[in-house]
Protein backbone atom coordinates (compact mmCIF):
# COMPACT_ATOMS: atom_id res chain seq x y z
CA UNK A 1 0.00 0.00 0.00
CA UNK A 2 2.92 2.52 0.85
CA UNK A 3 4.63 1.24 -2.41
CA UNK A 4 1.35 2.15 -4.37
CA UNK A 5 1.76 5.65 -2.14
CA UNK A 6 5.16 6.77 -3.40
CA UNK A 7 4.54 4.90 -6.95
CA UNK A 8 2.02 7.70 -7.61
CA UNK A 9 3.57 10.51 -5.39
CA UNK A 10 6.58 9.62 -8.01
CA UNK A 11 4.29 10.06 -10.70
CA UNK A 12 2.60 13.07 -9.34
CA UNK A 13 6.00 14.74 -9.34
CA UNK A 14 7.29 13.84 -12.48
CA UNK A 15 3.98 15.38 -14.14
CA UNK A 16 4.04 18.49 -12.42
CA UNK A 17 8.18 18.60 -13.51
CA UNK A 18 6.90 18.29 -16.82
CA UNK A 19 4.55 20.69 -16.92
CA UNK A 20 6.81 23.56 -15.64
CA UNK A 21 9.54 22.26 -18.07
CA UNK A 22 6.64 22.69 -20.97
CA UNK A 23 6.10 26.39 -19.53
CA UNK A 24 9.54 27.13 -18.90
CA UNK A 25 10.06 25.55 -23.13
CA UNK A 26 7.03 27.79 -23.79
CA UNK A 27 8.04 31.09 -22.44
CA UNK A 28 11.70 30.64 -24.34
CA UNK A 29 10.14 30.03 -27.30
CA UNK A 30 7.86 32.63 -27.96
CA UNK A 31 9.62 35.84 -29.10
CA UNK A 32 11.13 33.76 -31.39
CA UNK A 33 7.94 32.30 -32.72
CA UNK A 34 6.20 35.78 -32.69
CA UNK A 35 9.58 37.14 -34.93
CA UNK A 36 9.54 34.44 -37.23
CA UNK A 37 5.67 34.52 -38.04
CA UNK A 38 5.18 30.94 -36.37
CA UNK A 39 1.98 31.86 -35.40
CA UNK A 40 -0.61 31.33 -37.73
CA UNK A 41 -4.52 32.57 -37.91
CA UNK A 42 -7.10 30.17 -38.59
CA UNK A 43 -10.90 31.72 -39.38
CA UNK A 44 -13.88 29.71 -38.47
CA UNK A 45 -16.87 30.77 -40.24
CA UNK A 46 -20.08 31.83 -38.42
CA UNK A 47 -23.61 31.16 -40.30
CA UNK A 48 -26.98 33.28 -40.22
CA UNK A 49 -29.49 29.70 -38.44
CA UNK A 50 -32.33 31.22 -40.58
CA UNK A 51 -30.66 31.30 -43.84
CA UNK A 52 -28.14 28.84 -43.63
CA UNK A 53 -25.58 31.53 -45.12
CA UNK A 54 -21.91 32.81 -43.68
CA UNK A 55 -21.92 36.28 -41.97
CA UNK A 56 -18.75 36.55 -40.30
CA UNK A 57 -16.02 34.41 -38.83
CA UNK A 58 -13.71 34.16 -35.90
CA UNK A 59 -9.71 34.09 -35.66
CA UNK A 60 -8.41 32.04 -33.83
CA UNK A 61 -4.80 31.41 -33.29
CA UNK A 62 -2.33 28.47 -33.61
CA UNK A 63 1.40 27.51 -33.30
CA UNK A 64 2.88 26.16 -36.06
CA UNK A 65 5.77 25.37 -34.42
CA UNK A 66 9.14 24.12 -36.73
CA UNK A 67 9.82 20.56 -34.33
CA UNK A 68 5.82 19.96 -32.85
CA UNK A 69 4.27 21.13 -35.33
CA UNK A 70 0.26 22.44 -34.76
CA UNK A 71 0.09 23.73 -31.04
CA UNK A 72 -3.33 24.72 -30.27
CA UNK A 73 -3.87 27.88 -28.35
CA UNK A 74 -5.22 25.30 -25.43
CA UNK A 75 -1.84 24.82 -25.05
CA UNK A 76 0.25 28.14 -24.88
CA UNK A 77 -2.79 30.88 -24.30
CA UNK A 78 -3.11 30.15 -21.07
CA UNK A 79 1.30 30.10 -20.38
CA UNK A 80 1.11 33.31 -22.04
CA UNK A 81 -1.79 34.73 -20.07
CA UNK A 82 0.39 34.06 -17.34
CA UNK A 83 3.29 35.67 -18.12
CA UNK A 84 2.01 38.34 -19.97
CA UNK A 85 3.21 37.27 -23.60
CA UNK A 86 -0.56 37.46 -24.52
CA UNK A 87 -0.80 41.42 -25.18
CA UNK A 88 1.54 40.94 -28.05
CA UNK A 89 -0.07 37.66 -29.52
CA UNK A 90 -3.30 39.17 -29.47
CA UNK A 91 -2.03 42.04 -31.31
CA UNK A 92 -0.18 40.06 -34.14
CA UNK A 93 -3.68 38.81 -34.72
CA UNK A 94 -5.73 41.55 -34.39
CA UNK A 95 -2.74 43.22 -37.14
CA UNK A 96 -3.41 40.06 -39.17
CA UNK A 97 -6.87 40.07 -39.47
CA UNK A 98 -7.27 44.40 -40.45
CA UNK A 99 -4.65 42.68 -43.42
CA UNK A 100 -6.64 40.41 -44.61
CA UNK A 101 -9.88 42.26 -44.41
CA UNK A 102 -8.10 45.16 -46.49
CA UNK A 103 -7.41 42.54 -49.12
CA UNK A 104 -10.54 41.02 -49.68
CA UNK A 105 -11.47 45.12 -49.98
CA UNK A 106 -9.10 45.98 -52.11
CA UNK A 107 -9.77 42.72 -54.22
CA UNK A 108 -13.52 44.10 -54.68
CA UNK A 109 -14.81 40.97 -52.40
CA UNK A 110 -17.31 41.27 -49.71
CA UNK A 111 -16.00 41.00 -46.64
CA UNK A 112 -17.60 39.83 -43.74
CA UNK A 113 -17.19 40.61 -39.84
CA UNK A 114 -14.26 39.08 -38.43
CA UNK A 115 -14.31 38.98 -34.81
CA UNK A 116 -10.61 38.46 -32.81
CA UNK A 117 -10.27 37.73 -28.94
CA UNK A 118 -9.05 40.61 -26.43
CA UNK A 119 -7.30 38.62 -23.37
CA UNK A 120 -8.34 40.11 -20.23
CA UNK A 121 -4.59 41.27 -20.06
CA UNK A 122 -5.27 43.62 -22.92
CA UNK A 123 -8.30 44.66 -21.90
CA UNK A 124 -6.80 46.52 -18.97
CA UNK A 125 -4.76 48.42 -21.13
CA UNK A 126 -5.62 51.87 -20.64
CA UNK A 127 -4.38 52.58 -23.78
CA UNK A 128 -6.90 49.88 -26.04
CA UNK A 129 -8.78 52.05 -27.85
CA UNK A 130 -6.43 54.25 -29.43
CA UNK A 131 -4.76 51.16 -29.78
CA UNK A 132 -7.73 49.93 -31.80
CA UNK A 133 -8.57 52.69 -33.12
CA UNK A 134 -5.04 53.26 -34.81
CA UNK A 135 -5.23 49.73 -36.19
CA UNK A 136 -8.14 50.01 -38.10
CA UNK A 137 -7.13 53.51 -39.63
CA UNK A 138 -3.59 52.04 -40.61
CA UNK A 139 -5.51 49.69 -42.41
CA UNK A 140 -8.64 52.31 -43.48
CA UNK A 141 -11.49 49.79 -42.66
CA UNK A 142 -15.17 50.46 -40.73
CA UNK A 143 -14.60 49.62 -36.89
CA UNK A 144 -17.46 47.14 -37.90
CA UNK A 145 -15.41 45.23 -39.21
CA UNK A 146 -13.35 44.14 -36.76
CA UNK A 147 -15.42 42.60 -34.19
CA UNK A 148 -13.78 42.17 -30.33
CA UNK A 149 -14.76 39.34 -28.18
CA UNK A 150 -14.58 39.79 -24.47
CA UNK A 151 -14.72 36.80 -22.24
CA UNK A 152 -17.18 36.95 -19.43
CA UNK A 153 -14.85 36.55 -16.56
CA UNK A 154 -12.68 39.72 -17.54
CA UNK A 155 -15.22 41.76 -16.94
CA UNK A 156 -15.23 40.45 -12.97
CA UNK A 157 -12.87 42.97 -11.51
CA UNK A 158 -12.42 46.80 -11.90
CA UNK A 159 -16.13 46.90 -13.45
CA UNK A 160 -15.93 50.68 -13.88
CA UNK A 161 -12.97 50.60 -16.06
CA UNK A 162 -14.53 47.87 -18.30
CA UNK A 163 -17.49 49.82 -18.38
CA UNK A 164 -15.44 52.86 -19.75
CA UNK A 165 -13.51 51.39 -21.98
CA UNK A 166 -16.00 49.36 -23.63
CA UNK A 167 -18.50 52.43 -24.07
CA UNK A 168 -15.44 54.15 -25.26
CA UNK A 169 -15.03 51.03 -27.98
CA UNK A 170 -18.91 51.08 -29.05
CA UNK A 171 -19.02 54.77 -29.02
CA UNK A 172 -16.12 54.57 -32.16
CA UNK A 173 -17.69 51.72 -34.22
CA UNK A 174 -16.41 48.68 -32.84
CA UNK A 175 -19.14 45.94 -31.89
CA UNK A 176 -18.52 43.88 -28.73
CA UNK A 177 -19.29 39.99 -28.15
CA UNK A 178 -19.51 38.89 -24.48
CA UNK A 179 -17.74 35.64 -24.67
CA UNK A 180 -18.46 32.58 -22.96
CA UNK A 181 -21.21 33.91 -22.00
CA UNK A 182 -22.80 31.60 -19.29
CA UNK A 183 -19.79 29.94 -17.84
CA UNK A 184 -18.70 32.54 -15.32
CA UNK A 185 -20.21 33.80 -12.09
CA UNK A 186 -21.37 37.17 -12.83
CA UNK A 187 -23.34 36.65 -16.21
CA UNK A 188 -27.05 38.65 -15.30
CA UNK A 189 -25.11 40.77 -13.60
CA UNK A 190 -22.90 42.45 -15.92
CA UNK A 191 -25.52 42.42 -18.58
CA UNK A 192 -27.04 45.11 -16.21
CA UNK A 193 -24.19 47.37 -16.52
CA UNK A 194 -21.95 46.84 -19.52
CA UNK A 195 -22.95 47.41 -23.47
CA UNK A 196 -22.89 44.28 -25.23
CA UNK A 197 -24.07 43.57 -28.74
CA UNK A 198 -23.99 40.22 -29.29
CA UNK A 199 -23.13 37.43 -26.36
CA UNK A 200 -21.92 34.03 -27.63
CA UNK A 201 -23.01 30.98 -25.56
CA UNK A 202 -21.17 27.94 -25.41
CA UNK A 203 -23.36 24.64 -26.54
CA UNK A 204 -21.54 22.10 -24.46
CA UNK A 205 -21.57 24.27 -21.49
CA UNK A 206 -25.27 23.53 -21.51
CA UNK A 207 -25.15 19.73 -22.36
CA UNK A 208 -22.61 18.55 -20.00
CA UNK A 209 -24.38 17.97 -17.45
CA UNK A 210 -26.58 15.30 -19.35
CA UNK A 211 -29.70 17.23 -18.73
CA UNK A 212 -30.78 18.59 -22.12
CA UNK A 213 -34.05 19.63 -21.14
CA UNK A 214 -32.33 21.90 -18.31
CA UNK A 215 -30.13 23.26 -20.79
CA UNK A 216 -32.41 24.07 -23.18
CA UNK A 217 -34.85 25.70 -21.18
CA UNK A 218 -31.79 27.62 -19.86
CA UNK A 219 -30.52 28.75 -23.35
CA UNK A 220 -34.12 29.77 -24.55
CA UNK A 221 -34.57 31.87 -22.30
CA UNK A 222 -31.52 33.55 -23.02
CA UNK A 223 -32.07 33.91 -26.08
CA UNK A 224 -35.24 35.34 -25.03
CA UNK A 225 -33.52 37.75 -22.78
CA UNK A 226 -31.22 38.84 -24.96
CA UNK A 227 -33.16 40.05 -27.69
CA UNK A 228 -35.93 41.95 -25.55
CA UNK A 229 -32.28 43.75 -24.01
CA UNK A 230 -31.82 44.33 -27.73
CA UNK A 231 -28.61 41.89 -28.00
CA UNK A 232 -28.50 39.08 -30.94
CA UNK A 233 -27.06 35.66 -29.95
CA UNK A 234 -24.49 33.08 -31.86
CA UNK A 235 -23.96 29.57 -30.04
CA UNK A 236 -20.88 28.60 -30.19
CA UNK A 237 -20.22 24.94 -30.76
CA UNK A 238 -22.48 23.47 -32.38
CA UNK A 239 -22.17 20.04 -33.92
CA UNK A 240 -25.57 18.43 -35.07
CA UNK A 241 -28.37 18.98 -36.98
CA UNK A 242 -30.13 18.19 -34.11
CA UNK A 243 -28.77 21.29 -31.84
CA UNK A 244 -28.87 23.78 -35.19
CA UNK A 245 -32.86 22.62 -35.56
CA UNK A 246 -33.66 23.42 -32.07
CA UNK A 247 -31.45 26.77 -32.19
CA UNK A 248 -33.38 27.75 -34.85
CA UNK A 249 -36.59 27.36 -33.52
CA UNK A 250 -35.83 29.15 -30.14
CA UNK A 251 -34.81 32.11 -32.30
CA UNK A 252 -31.20 32.01 -31.99
CA UNK A 253 -29.30 34.13 -34.55
CA UNK A 254 -26.07 32.52 -35.52
CA UNK A 255 -24.53 29.43 -34.89
CA UNK A 256 -20.41 28.97 -35.29
CA UNK A 257 -19.44 25.28 -35.26
CA UNK A 258 -18.59 21.96 -36.85
CA UNK A 259 -21.86 21.75 -38.36
CA UNK A 260 -21.15 24.46 -40.30
CA UNK A 261 -17.13 24.57 -40.43
CA UNK A 262 -14.11 23.48 -38.57
CA UNK A 263 -11.69 26.73 -38.00
CA UNK A 264 -9.49 26.88 -41.26
CA UNK A 265 -6.36 28.03 -42.55
CA UNK A 266 -6.49 31.78 -44.08
CA UNK A 267 -6.13 30.36 -47.57
CA UNK A 268 -8.62 27.53 -47.28
CA UNK A 269 -11.14 30.42 -45.64
CA UNK A 270 -10.84 32.96 -48.66
CA UNK A 271 -11.07 29.83 -51.34
CA UNK A 272 -14.45 28.75 -49.99
CA UNK A 273 -16.03 31.97 -48.78
CA UNK A 274 -14.28 34.92 -50.37
CA UNK A 275 -13.30 33.69 -53.64
CA UNK A 276 -15.33 31.34 -53.95
CA UNK A 277 -17.40 32.64 -57.12
CA UNK A 278 -13.98 33.08 -59.18
CA UNK A 279 -13.95 36.28 -60.83
P1 LIG B 1 -12.95 30.54 -27.76
O1 LIG B 1 -12.67 31.98 -28.00
O2 LIG B 1 -14.16 30.21 -26.95
O3 LIG B 1 -13.01 29.86 -29.20
C1 LIG B 1 -13.89 28.82 -29.54
C2 LIG B 1 -13.21 27.48 -29.50
O4 LIG B 1 -14.19 26.47 -29.74
C3 LIG B 1 -12.14 27.29 -30.55
O5 LIG B 1 -11.12 26.49 -30.00
C4 LIG B 1 -12.90 26.51 -31.63
O6 LIG B 1 -12.05 25.76 -32.46
C5 LIG B 1 -13.76 25.62 -30.80
N1 LIG B 1 -14.94 25.14 -31.49
C6 LIG B 1 -15.65 25.78 -32.45
N2 LIG B 1 -16.70 25.04 -32.86
C7 LIG B 1 -16.67 23.89 -32.17
C8 LIG B 1 -17.49 22.69 -32.14
O7 LIG B 1 -18.48 22.56 -32.84
N3 LIG B 1 -17.14 21.72 -31.27
C9 LIG B 1 -16.06 21.83 -30.45
N4 LIG B 1 -15.78 20.81 -29.65
N5 LIG B 1 -15.26 22.93 -30.45
C10 LIG B 1 -15.56 23.95 -31.29
P2 LIG B 1 -9.58 26.85 -30.19
O8 LIG B 1 -9.34 27.44 -31.54
O9 LIG B 1 -8.79 25.65 -29.78
O10 LIG B 1 -9.34 28.02 -29.16
C11 LIG B 1 -9.44 27.79 -27.78
C12 LIG B 1 -9.40 29.07 -27.00
O11 LIG B 1 -8.13 29.71 -27.11
C13 LIG B 1 -10.39 30.12 -27.51
O12 LIG B 1 -11.69 29.83 -27.02
C14 LIG B 1 -9.80 31.38 -26.92
O13 LIG B 1 -10.15 31.53 -25.58
C15 LIG B 1 -8.31 31.10 -27.02
N6 LIG B 1 -7.77 31.78 -28.22
C16 LIG B 1 -7.71 31.36 -29.50
N7 LIG B 1 -7.14 32.29 -30.28
C17 LIG B 1 -6.84 33.35 -29.49
C18 LIG B 1 -6.24 34.65 -29.71
O14 LIG B 1 -5.87 35.05 -30.84
N8 LIG B 1 -6.11 35.47 -28.61
C19 LIG B 1 -6.53 35.08 -27.37
N9 LIG B 1 -6.37 35.95 -26.34
N10 LIG B 1 -7.09 33.88 -27.12
C20 LIG B 1 -7.25 33.03 -28.18
CA1 LIG C 1 -13.67 33.70 -28.71
CA1 LIG D 1 -16.15 31.06 -26.60
CA1 LIG E 1 -28.41 21.42 -23.95
Known amino acids: CKNQFEKNLAFYNESIGEQVSNEIAIA ?7 DEKQ ?4 LQPKFTVATDSICGAEALVRWKHPQKGLISPGVFVPVFEKNGFIAKLDYYVWERTCQLLRKWLDDGRKPYPVSVNISRISLYNP ?13 NLCAGLLQLEVTESAYMSNTELMEKTIHDLRGSGFTILMDDFGSGYSSLNTLKSIEVDILKIDMKFLSADGEM ?3 EIILASIIR ?33 YYYSRPVPEGEYEETYIYADGG
Open 28 to 34: NEMQTAL
Open 39 to 42: FVVY
Open 127 to 139: NLVKLLKDLVEKY
Open 213 to 215: EKG
Open 225 to 257: MANWLGMSVTVEGVESRKQRDFLEGVGCDSIQG
